[in-house]
Nanobody, 122 residues
Framework: QVRMVESGGGLVQAGGSLRLSCAAS????????MAWFRQATGKEREFVAA????????YYAGPVKGRFTISRDNAKNTVYLQMNNLKPEDTAVYYC???????????????WGKGTLVTVSS
């Protein structure tokens, strides 16, 4: 079972930056993409960004493209999300997971961690 532990969230003003980290432990499933998802209060969890095993290919949801950067360090089993120019609509609990894309839709492959809360004030 792979366990994800997210960290780095907090309260920030609009226009500010945060860097999220996600450490994976336990038996990893293999050379899978890693992704960040987020869930705002009262909404469904949504895809934010993904990175290939090598780190060479990245994918972003439209609302975060150009502001967020995903990266990974396989030696540390860690994936990062650098978030710049944050907006109030980015407020959510952020989760990471091994992920796969099917018919254009990204889904997590393991049990979800507790996530890390990002709150952006206006």
């Amino acid at each position: 079972q792979v366990r994800m532990v997210e960290s780095g969230g907090g309260l920030v003003q609009a226009g500010g930056s945060l860097r999220l980290s996600c450490a994976a432990s336990g038996r990893t499933s293999g050379r899978y993409d890693m992704a960040w998802f987020r869930q705002a209060t009262g909404k469904e969890r949504e895809f934010v960004a993904a990175v290939s095993w090598s780190g060479a290919i990245t994918y972003y949801a439209g609302p975060v493209k150009g502001r967020f950067t995903i990266s990974r360090d396989n030696a540390k089993n860690t994936v990062y999300l650098q978030m710049n120019n944050l907006k109030p609509e980015d407020t959510a609990v952020y989760y990471c997971n091994e992920a796969e894309r099917d018919a254009g839709r990204w889904t997590g492959m393991n049990v979800w961690g507790k996530g890390t809360l990002v709150t952006v004030s206006s």
